[in-house]
T-cell receptor, first 110, second 113 residues
Framework: QKEVEQNSGPLSVPEGAIASLNCTYS??????FFWYRQYSGKSPELIMF????GDKEDGRFTAQLNKASQYVSLLIRDSQPSDSATYLC??????????FGTGTRLQVFP | DAEITQSPRHKITETGRQVTLACHQT?????MFWYRQDLGHGLRLIHY???????NKGEVSDGYSVSRSNTEDLPLTLESAASSQTSVYFC????????????FGPGTRLTVL
């Protein structure tokens, strides 16, 4: 079992819709959770992080964490074609090392 | 502005040659990391450092080495390049604070022929 799992996609959504990206993790000791966006040929850039159970909102983005189910998600409201990218879920335990999922490719079509 | 840079951005080399990829950060971060990214595998940790003179192996460290002589730099050396090391390499740094994450450099695309 992989430590951090994501559906590789592609996830295709129409412009203006809500995109829902999901991630599960295996280590119950994981403490913090990050979502990165990576455009083709570019480096990952941080979108959001979350530490506590529940929802955290930042603009069009909402991160959701459920530690009991070992599940973290990212919602993108009013999706735009510029949101088309690969979204990486990363999990950190008690060290500063991140464990990454393989990413979900999102396609937003006009 | 603080940043993290990598050089070269593209490199083509031959099997068996020694190659060094540079990583330089001006964040004054204690922690630095090297990853490789391959299709189907995502980002995999090669080596990491929590400070000057500290280095540690990651999950895919065979064939790679690092040294940390100052805060700003963590060069990655491929002792004898192999075709299996063809990949995109990313350097990252972080402050190490619980509320902080890793910030990535632009990457180096390495091709071993």
């Amino acid at each position: 079992q992989k430590e951090v799992e994501q559906n590789s996609g592609p996830l295709s959504v129409p412009e203006g819709a809500i995109a829902s990206l999901n991630c599960t993790y295996s280590d119950r000791g994981s403490q913090s959770f990050f979502w990165y966006r990576q455009y083709s040929g570019k480096s990952p850039e941080l979108i959001m992080f979350i530490y506590s159970n529940g929802d955290k909102e930042d603009g069009r983005f909402t991160a959701q964490l459920n530690k009991a189910s070992q599940y973290v998600s990212l919602l993108i409201r009013d999706s735009q074609p510029s949101d088309s990218a690969t979204y990486l879920c990363a999990v950190k335990g008690h060290t500063d090392k991140l464990i990454f999922g393989t990413g979900t490719r999102l396609q937003v079509f006009p | 502005d603080a940043e993290i840079t990598q050089s070269p951005r593209h490199k083509i080399t031959e099997t068996g040659r020694q190659v060094t990829l540079a990583c330089h950060q001006t964040w004054n971060h204690n922690n630095m990391f090297w990853y490789r990214q391959d299709l189907g595998h995502g980002l995999r940790l090669i080596h990491y450092s929590y400070g000057v003179q500290d280095t540690n192996k990651g999950e895919v460290s065979d064939g790679y080495s690092v040294s940390r002589s100052n805060t700003e730099d963590l060069p990655l050396t491929l002792e004898s390049a192999a075709s299996s090391q063809t990949s995109v390499y990313f350097c990252a740094s972080s402050s190490g604070l619980a509320a902080d994450t890793q910030y990535f450099g632009p990457g180096t695309r390495l091709t071993v022929l």
